[in-house]
């Protein structure tokens, strides 16, 4: 099993620390995958870690500038309440690299 997989299964098993630990090194990597998922990790202020928004946004940023369609749309709602031009931007960005939004039910 690849670390990106194994950290995966650790978030989608909410085992949030144990999985931002097996990110943090294929982020620094420049792996996009695994940068997406530490920003949603900080965003979201998931396991031990408290929300933080200028770190969630540094690891979007980075996924996004790599192509990372969910990473992009993400960073562009963290921004969104702040700068509603770069927001909207963010979204196209996010459409272009192949980010669908599910539609809600």
Same mark, same amino acid.
């Given at each position: 099993m690849s670390i990106l997989k194994a950290a995966q299964t650790e978030y989608d098993a909410g085992h949030y620390d144990? /999985? %931002? $630990? %097996?990110l943090l090194p294929l982020?620094? @990597?420049?792996?996009?995958? #695994?940068?997406?998922i530490i920003g949603s990790i900080y965003h979201l202020g998931l396991g031990?870690? +408290?929300?933080? @928004? =200028?770190? #969630? +946004? @540094?690891?979007?940023? %980075? #996924?996004? $500038?790599k192509g990372h369609g969910l990473a992009s749309n993400n960073l562009a709602t =963290?921004?969104?309440? !702040?700068? !509603? $031009?770069? /927001? @909207?931007? %963010?979204? $196209? =960005? /996010?459409?272009t690299q192949g980010f669908i939004h599910a539609p809600s039910q």
């Open positions: 144990r /999985a %931002l $630990q %097996l982020a620094g @990597k420049g792996n996009p995958e #695994a940068q997406s031990t870690i +408290e929300p933080n @928004k =200028l770190e #969630a +946004e @540094k690891w979007y940023t %980075l #996924a996004s $500038q =963290l921004v969104s309440s !702040r700068d !509603r $031009q770069r /927001a @909207k931007e %963010l979204y $196209q =960005l /996010a459409r």
